[in-house]
Protein backbone atom coordinates (compact mmCIF):
# COMPACT_ATOMS: atom_id res chain seq x y z
CA UNK A 1 0.00 0.00 0.00
CA UNK A 2 1.08 3.47 -0.83
CA UNK A 3 0.42 6.67 0.14
CA UNK A 4 0.44 9.91 -2.11
CA UNK A 5 0.15 13.54 -0.74
CA UNK A 6 0.85 16.23 -3.64
CA UNK A 7 1.82 19.91 -2.76
CA UNK A 8 2.50 23.13 -5.12
CA UNK A 9 -0.50 24.23 -6.48
CA UNK A 10 -2.36 27.48 -6.61
CA UNK A 11 -3.41 30.43 -8.88
CA UNK A 12 -0.72 31.92 -11.43
CA UNK A 13 -0.83 33.52 -14.29
CA UNK A 14 -1.17 32.51 -18.14
CA UNK A 15 2.59 32.33 -19.21
CA UNK A 16 3.55 31.38 -15.56
CA UNK A 17 5.26 28.67 -13.74
CA UNK A 18 4.55 25.86 -10.94
CA UNK A 19 6.03 22.59 -9.48
CA UNK A 20 3.95 19.86 -8.02
CA UNK A 21 5.45 17.55 -5.91
CA UNK A 22 3.96 14.41 -4.83
CA UNK A 23 5.43 12.67 -1.91
CA UNK A 24 4.75 8.73 -1.32
CA UNK A 25 4.94 6.50 1.85
CA UNK A 26 4.18 3.41 2.60
CA UNK A 27 6.30 1.47 0.10
CA UNK A 28 9.47 1.11 -1.62
CA UNK A 29 9.26 4.24 -3.98
CA UNK A 30 11.40 2.73 -6.47
CA UNK A 31 9.11 -0.03 -7.51
CA UNK A 32 6.29 2.51 -8.88
CA UNK A 33 5.53 3.80 -12.29
CA UNK A 34 4.41 7.70 -11.51
CA UNK A 35 2.34 10.25 -13.06
CA UNK A 36 0.66 13.25 -13.65
CA UNK A 37 -3.04 13.67 -14.79
CA UNK A 38 -5.24 16.14 -14.39
CA UNK A 39 -9.35 16.56 -14.68
CA UNK A 40 -10.71 19.75 -15.82
CA UNK A 41 -14.24 20.50 -14.84
CA UNK A 42 -16.67 18.37 -16.14
CA UNK A 43 -14.33 16.30 -17.91
CA UNK A 44 -12.48 12.75 -17.65
CA UNK A 45 -8.88 12.09 -15.63
CA UNK A 46 -6.39 12.60 -18.24
CA UNK A 47 -2.99 11.51 -18.23
CA UNK A 48 -0.40 14.37 -18.57
CA UNK A 49 3.43 12.58 -17.72
CA UNK A 50 4.69 9.31 -16.46
CA UNK A 51 8.04 7.99 -15.29
CA UNK A 52 8.90 4.65 -14.59
CA UNK A 53 11.36 3.72 -12.37
CA UNK A 54 14.23 4.03 -14.52
CA UNK A 55 13.41 7.27 -15.31
CA UNK A 56 12.17 6.54 -18.71
CA UNK A 57 9.14 9.67 -19.66
CA UNK A 58 6.12 9.63 -21.67
CA UNK A 59 3.95 12.90 -22.06
CA UNK A 60 0.17 12.76 -23.36
CA UNK A 61 0.73 14.65 -25.98
CA UNK A 62 2.06 17.83 -27.80
CA UNK A 63 -0.12 20.26 -25.60
CA UNK A 64 2.09 19.46 -22.67
CA UNK A 65 5.25 17.90 -24.50
CA UNK A 66 8.07 20.77 -24.17
CA UNK A 67 6.36 23.02 -21.59
CA UNK A 68 5.83 20.22 -18.67
CA UNK A 69 8.94 18.10 -17.09
CA UNK A 70 8.64 14.94 -14.91
CA UNK A 71 10.92 13.91 -12.97
CA UNK A 72 11.93 11.30 -9.63
CA UNK A 73 14.09 11.83 -6.99
CA UNK A 74 14.11 7.97 -5.71
CA UNK A 75 15.89 8.80 -2.75
CA UNK A 76 13.14 11.39 -1.09
CA UNK A 77 10.20 9.67 -2.35
CA UNK A 78 8.68 12.27 -4.65
CA UNK A 79 8.17 12.90 -8.10
CA UNK A 80 7.81 16.20 -9.63
CA UNK A 81 5.84 18.14 -12.37
CA UNK A 82 7.45 21.12 -13.45
CA UNK A 83 5.19 23.14 -15.43
CA UNK A 84 6.28 26.20 -17.77
CA UNK A 85 4.51 28.68 -20.08
CA UNK A 86 1.06 27.39 -18.38
CA UNK A 87 -2.32 27.91 -20.53
CA UNK A 88 -5.54 28.87 -18.71
CA UNK A 89 -6.97 25.52 -20.47
CA UNK A 90 -4.20 23.54 -18.19
CA UNK A 91 -6.63 24.34 -15.23
CA UNK A 92 -7.53 21.49 -13.58
CA UNK A 93 -6.99 19.59 -10.14
CA UNK A 94 -3.85 17.89 -10.87
CA UNK A 95 -3.57 14.14 -9.28
CA UNK A 96 -0.67 11.66 -8.07
CA UNK A 97 -0.47 8.13 -9.58
CA UNK A 98 1.29 5.52 -8.28
CA UNK A 99 1.23 2.18 -10.38
CA UNK A 100 2.73 -1.20 -9.60
CA UNK A 101 -0.08 -3.78 -10.18
CA UNK A 102 -2.94 -1.46 -9.64
CA UNK A 103 -3.55 2.10 -8.99
CA UNK A 104 -3.38 4.89 -6.20
CA UNK A 105 -3.91 7.90 -6.21
CA UNK A 106 -3.49 11.24 -4.14
CA UNK A 107 -5.83 13.90 -3.03
CA UNK A 108 -5.35 16.14 -5.89
CA UNK A 109 -3.93 19.88 -6.04
CA UNK A 110 -5.83 22.21 -7.79
CA UNK A 111 -4.11 24.67 -10.50
CA UNK A 112 -5.41 27.40 -11.72
CA UNK A 113 -3.95 29.56 -14.98
CA UNK A 114 -5.99 32.95 -15.30
CA UNK A 115 -5.90 34.92 -18.37
Known amino acids: QVQLVESGGGLVQAGGSLRLSCVAS????????MGWYRQAPGKQRDMVAT????????YADSVVKGRFTISRDNAKNTVYLQMNNLKPDDTAVYYC????????WGQGTQVTVSS
Open 26 to 33: GSIFSWYT
Open 97 to 104: NAYRRRDY
Open 51 to 58: ITSGGSTN
